[in-house]
């Protein structure tokens, strides 16, 4: 199959960051240097040059990744991809993605006039964009992201959809799958199934924010529809969703570019380069929690959740080698680094 362009530079979009700092656990890289993952109800591979993404797309039927989104729950924000189907199909999808309408060079720019830190990581550190990612699937992901490592949510979020998601195809002998719906995770016994499978105590959330979900046809338009506050505590109704939680997937699915998810490495950060007070502070209480939020919002404004990933990137050691080269493309070694990768609540 030959490789189709996105155009867009690395400036824009590093790979190497955004697919493997724990925003999506659908990709992994193969020893070629290429992306292999899941949008919507197609698979896709993806490698990356100076100025474009070249990718591959693959379905069950020769059928462009636009009209496979259209069968799907939707992306991001709750827009329609039919209203971004005026594009090349492929692109569009890629384009929402990847929020390409956000342009970063602009927003780092602001951000290092307004804080020092940030003008010192960002040369090495270009092209951290925030995915838009399909909100059923954000949602179940992060609940399995509860005190635990990329690799294993990564694990955990491949099993729910080989067990509940239907197949895609299969991409170099690995068959891909969609993100189960949920009234398929709302059934009876899938808790049972999924604390046999090594969910632990997470198989009672999945099941429990399934079912609350399936149970209140209007929570999802609610979610989506709503400001910042409000689509924060409609989140927090689930099931094995806290603060924490609720921002990543604020910040991730819905559009909300304020939200700052703050765990313990966050909480770290922040008080080593920012905030020494908290130095003092022995865990991170909701007072704490908020304080932090309003700190990075105060300094960098209505995309606060951007910058804020941008730092949290730069500081973890796993992803200084791909930095020292300087956005250097086609780093092979990012999935061992994924597994030391930790996300907490």
Excluded at 54 to 74: D, H, L, M, N, W
């Amino acid at each position: 199959m030959s490789w189709s362009k996105f155009p867009c530079s690395t400036s824009e979009v590093m790979l190497d960051f955004v697919l493997a700092c724990g925003q999506s656990f659908r990709w992994t890289k193969n020893a070629s240097g290429e992306w292999i993952g899941v949008i919507g109800r197609c698979a896709w591979k993806m490698k990356q040059t100076e100025e474009c993404v070249e990718y591959q797309v693959f379905t069950q039927a020769p059928q462009s990744a636009i009209q496979i989104a259209k069968r799907s729950r939707g992306f991001a924000t709750g827009q329609d991809v039919a209203d971004i189907s005026g594009e090349s199909g492929d692109h569009a999808v890629l384009k929402q993605y990847f929020a390409i309408d956000t342009f970063l060079q602009p927003l780092y720019a602001q951000w290092s006039a307004a804080d020092e830190r940030f003008a010192h990581v960002a040369p090495r550190y270009g092209g951290i964009r925030i995915l838009q990612q399909d909100f059923i699937e954000n949602v179940f992901s992060f609940i399995c992201s509860s005190n635990n490592n990329i690799a294993r949510i990564q694990q955990m979020v491949e099993k729910l959809c080989a067990r509940y998601g239907d197949l895609i195809c299969e991409v170099d002998g690995k068959k891909m799958y969609a993100f189960p719906a949920v009234e398929r995770l709302a059934q009876e016994g899938v808790e049972e199934e999924l604390r046999k499978m090594g969910f632990g105590y997470r198989a009672a959330f999945v099941h429990g924010a399934a079912k609350h979900i399936a149970g209140d046809s209007g929570w999802i338009s609610r979610t989506k529809c709503a400001d910042y506050p409000t689509a924060k505590e409609l989140l927090m109704e689930l099931p094995g969703v806290g603060a924490k939680v609720a921002d990543c997937i604020c910040l991730m699915s819905l559009g909300h570019h304020q939200a700052v998810p703050v765990d313990t490495h966050v909480f770290s950060v922040t008080a080593q380069h920012y905030l020494p007070h908290l130095r003092q502070v022995k865990s991170v209480t909701k007072r704490v929690y908020n304080e932090i939020g309003e700190f990075y919002r105060n300094r960098f404004g209505g995309m606060a959740g951007w910058a804020h990933s941008v730092l949290f990137t730069a500081d973890l050691r796993q992803f200084k080698e791909a930095a020292s080269d300087n956005g250097k493309v086609g780093n092979n070694n990012i999935n061992k680094r994924k597994r030391r990768l930790v996300e907490c609540d």
